[in-house]
């Protein structure tokens, strides 16, 4: 093992004496970099569904909420159950 | 090379205000660093121009968590960020490629006999040559200890430099340094009794 760590360390020693490449930036390297380094960062697939998914809730919970205030009003009517579904979508269409 | 006539203070001080020229500046001065540790620690099929990209988009990102203290030079900072990038990238590759006697040139072959010989006498071979087998040899390691005889063997770095740039203690790098200087030569002979092998 001393032997081959001796000429291990000769050959790194040459190694290290090898002509060294190019060290300077392509030219536009740097605006690639900086562009790349400053651009939001992008959002991954589940995190859009998520965020889909939730404004499409608010959008059911805010159309439940328009039926309910459409329906309170015949809360205590003598036909509770008769405005039915049809009634509150052609109240809600009435509306807009 | 870097100097340390850059003002980095006023540079990074440009930076954080979102100035683009200062941000290209600061790219330009620090690519010779970067690239020259990308090119020691590069996993092959990765363009090592692709790989100094993501050191600096990690570098502005977290430019935030850069604090300056007496010691830590910005430089240093970079060089650690590009030393983790490339870690990463190492073990994103996984698989190393198999390397073979035949895949050596005649003068990488001539290094790889001289590393096993008791002969003081170094072959007629380039250096450039030395540099590659090291390469080869190095590209068959597990990731952290390429690592480690990069930093020490070729980039001369000392123990408590590649303590300060990895995160390791300065134990555990000796430590990884004996162990893969151990796996080179089980490499190197495993190699060259291939060739002997094939000749006969």
Same mark, same amino acid.
Not at chain 1, 75 to 84: K, N, T
Not at chain 2, 154 to 157: C, D, H, N, P, V
């Given at each position: 093992m001393h032997n081959f760590e001796k000429q291990w360390q000769t050959v790194a020693g040459h190694a290290r004496q090898a002509p060294g490449r190019d060290e300077i930036a392509p030219f536009g390297f740097a605006r690639r970099a900086v562009a790349a380094g400053w651009q939001p960062p992008a959002l991954a697939p589940e995190v859009l569904w998520v965020r889909l998914m939730l404004r499409v809730l608010a959008g059911a919970v805010g159309v439940l909420i328009v039926c309910a205030a459409l329906e309170l009003p015949h +809360? &205590?009517?003598? &036909?509770? +159950?008769?405005?039915?579904l049809e009634n509150t979508v052609a109240q809600i269409v009435w509306a807009l | 090379m870097v100097t340390d006539e850059f003002d980095w203070r006023a540079c990074l001080e440009q930076v954080r205000q979102r100035d683009e020229d200062a941000a290209a500046v600061l790219v330009e001065r620090l690519y010779p660093l970067v690239i020259r540790i990308v090119r020691s620690h590069l996993p092959r099929r990765v363009a090592e121009e692709d790989l100094a990209q993501d050191v600096f988009v990690k570098m502005f990102a977290r430019l935030d968590q850069y604090q300056e203290r007496a010691g830590t030079p910005f430089e240093h900072w970079v060089a650690r960020l590009a030393v983790r990038t490339c870690l990463d990238a190492l073990k994103a590759a996984d698989r190393r490629p198999e390397l073979r006697w035949?895949?050596?040139?005649e003068e990488q072959a001539a290094w790889l006999d001289f590393m096993l010989a008791d002969q003081s006498a170094t072959p007629n071979s380039s250096a450039a040559s030395a540099r590659e087998v090291i390469e080869q040899l190095l590209s068959q390691l597990p990731p952290d200890d390429r690592l480690v005889i990069s930093l020490i063997d070729?980039?001369?770095?000392t123990v408590r430099e590649v303590s300060e740039m990895t995160g390791w203690s300065g134990t555990l790098v000796k430590v990884r340094a004996f162990r893969a200087r151990r796996k080179l030569r089980k490499l190197a002979q495993a190699l060259s009794s291939q060739d002997r092998y094939a000749q006969l």
């Open positions: +809360l &205590r009517d003598a &036909r509770p +159950l008769e405005p039915g | 035949g895949d050596l040139s070729l980039e001369e770095k």
